[in-house]
């Protein structure tokens, strides 16, 4: 990892594909959304976010999980009120619906920043953590997993899944 100065203080930069709306292996649909929502913020890019939607309905825009996570991106109902919109313009917002999904994940993914920045583990890690377990389980682990699942899924989609979607 690079070192960057920020206002005299030095931060760890994180990878190169850091903040890059750039991705491949995306379905035709979808691609254009996925590099719109890469661009949200820094701490997100398009290999993660296309790897987040194929770890969580591998691009079913209909999946439904049992604990009622819905869509494309997997928004449980309270999350997806606080972040869904109407992405596309057709006049509803449903996270069934993949522009108004795929741009939601990528404002909650932003604003879990802010919520797990202190956790004591990479940015990216802490933040897939948060998307998966949510983020007081993620910060209250302190760095732990806070989840079996929640350190399965961050472990596969940086491994295996972002390099996938990494041009």
């Known amino acids: 990892m690079a070192l960057a100065a920020s206002g005299g203080a030095a931060l760890i930069a994180g990878p190169a594909w850091a903040g890059s709306p750039d991705v491949r292996n995306v379905p035709g649909e979808y ?9 949200t ?8 976010l296309a790897a987040q939607i194929e770890q969580e309905s591998e691009w079913n825009p209909d999946a ?6 819905e869509g494309i991106a997997q928004f449980l109902p309270g999350t997806w009120a606080a972040y ?7 006049g509803w917002t449903s996270p069934f619906d993949p522009p108004d999904a795929i741009i939601a994940q990528g404002r909650y993914m932003c604003d ?11 940015l990216t890690t802490a933040l897939l953590w948060g998307y ?3 983020p007081v389980a993620t910060t ?6 806070p989840t079996a699942e929640a350190e399965h899924y961050a472990r596969r989609i940086t491994t295996e899944l972002i390099p996938k979607y990494t041009p």
């Open 31 to 39: 691609e254009s959304w996925v590099r719109q929502a890469a661009v």
């Open 132 to 134: 998966n377990a949510g």
């Open 140 to 145: 209250e682990a302190n760095g732990r997993p």
């Open 41 to 48: 913020c820094d701490a997100v890019n398009g290999p993660l």
């Open 112 to 122: 879990l920043v802010s919520q797990v920045s202190t956790v004591p583990v990479d």
């Open 84 to 90: 869904g919109t109407d992405a596309n313009g057709n």
């Open 64 to 69: 439904v999980s049992s604990i009622g996570a």
